[in-house]
């Protein structure tokens, strides 16, 4: 079974500075994807950034990259340059053979003026 | 770019009583999913749809049937409602069924039984 933990419920960061939302999965499958997912307070889901088992790269989009630790199972998040609108509760998710997405309980960010 | 829709966005219903929520996708996608999201909680698979004509069981599936209508089309029925599925629920679908497809969801479907 697969299994996604964010073991940080809330975090606080100072507009303009980077910071790192921590993400730890389990699973026996050799092929995997891994998600981040934004949802602001309105309540819709924006898709972030993937990265893929086998990528060798870490993922990049914008101001948003993913470090994956493929041995360490981890694929944090980190958002750079912080913005007001970044301000949202943030959602690491795993899929494997597309059939299910197994999300994280998640990670309210809180960016600071 | 209407990508995936749901209706409604908000209902109220009484314990016992049954509605249907609708979700369409106008992005040619095969596979389609049904999620809820409890408060302070990640989203939970009720039922998926890995193409048309066909679906199954997710996490969360009691209480719940589902309905593949068409290719397009993902209706996800409560019987018989209960106060523990008011809840927030989101459709998404897929083009594929590789792990490097992204996913997009509706807005959100907000329902509460009383």
């Known amino acids: 079974a697969q299994k996604i933990t964010q073991t940080q419920p809330g975090m606080f960061v100072q507009e303009k500075e980077a910071v790192t939302l921590d993400c730890t999965y389990d699973t026996s499958d050799q092929s995997y994807g891994l998600f981040w997912y934004k949802q602001p307070s309105s309540g819709e889901m924006i898709f972030l950034i993937y990265?893929?088992?086998?990528?060798?790269q870490n993922a990049t989009e914008g101001r948003y990259s993913l470090n994956f630790q493929k041995a360490r199972k981890s694929a944090n998040l980190v958002i750079s340059a912080s913005q007001l609108g970044d301000s949202a509760m943030y959602f690491c998710?795993?899929?494997?053979?597309?059939?299910?997405?197994?999300f994280g309980s998640g990670t309210q960010l809180t960016v600071l003026p | 770019n209407a990508g995936v829709t749901q209706t409604p966005k908000f209902q109220v219903l009484k314990t016992g009583q049954s509605m249907t929520l609708q979700c369409a996708q106008d992005?040619?996608?095969?596979?389609m999913y049904w999620y809820r999201q409890d408060p302070g909680m990640g989203l939970r698979l009720i039922y998926y749809s890995a193409s048309e004509g066909t679906t199954d069981k997710g996490e969360v599936p009691n209480g719940y049937n589902v309905s593949r209508l068409n290719k397009r089309e993902f209706s996800l029925r409560l019987e018989s409602a209960a106060p523990s599925q008011t809840s927030v629920y989101f459709c998404?679908?897929?083009?594929?069924?590789?792990?490097?497809?992204?996913?997009?969801f509706g807005e959100g479907s907000w329902l509460t039984v009383v």
């Open positions: 990265q893929g088992s086998y990528d060798e």
């Open positions: 998404a679908s897929k083009i594929g069924t590789t792990d490097g497809n992204t996913i997009y």
């Open positions: 992005m040619n996608h095969n596979s």
């Open positions: 998710a795993m899929t494997r053979s597309a059939r299910q997405l197994t």
